[in-house]
């Protein structure tokens, strides 16, 4: 399990919201994930990624970061998403996403992988 990470923007003041295993055992219905994209679905749950972003009707809208639902539809790549994980001011400057660097590379691709499938509530 990954531990809860600081909040939105470095923030260790901000309450990290962490989801439910309802909540992603929902998101793994409502948007049909692949078997691959769950321990990501866990992973983005446990990290308090919904303390800044929305998936599914869960979590919350700080610091304008977008909604997550349908990012796969972007078709971004797996690769792209691993780096901006990585250190998100790299890719995009001034970005207040913190970095996600201690992740490691296995639970980093798991987010990817998660992050590609997700293409909105269907």
């Not at 901000?14 to 055992?25: L, Y």
């Not at 929305?54 to 997550?68: E, F, K, Q």
């Not at 990585?86 to 296995?106: I, Q, Y």
Request: one cysteine or more; proline letters at 7%.
């Amino acid at each position: 399990m990954i531990g809860p990470a600081t909040a939105c923007g470095g923030s260790s003041k901000a309450p990290a919201t962490t989801g439910s295993n309802a909540e992603v055992s929902r998101w793994e219905q409502q948007e049909r994930l692949p078997r691959a994209a769950v321990p990501g679905a866990e992973g983005f749950a446990a990290a308090g990624c919904t303390s800044c972003h929305i998936y599914a009707g869960s979590g919350h809208a700080n610091l304008g970061a977008p909604d997550l639902t349908a990012y796969g539809r972007l078709h971004l790549g797996a690769a792209f998403d691993i780096r901006f994980l990585r250190c998100p001011s790299c890719v995009k400057a001034g970005s207040p996403m913190p970095a996600f660097d201690a992740l490691g590379n296995r639970r980093l691709r798991e987010l990817a992988v998660f992050l590609e499938a997700s293409k909105g509530i269907r």
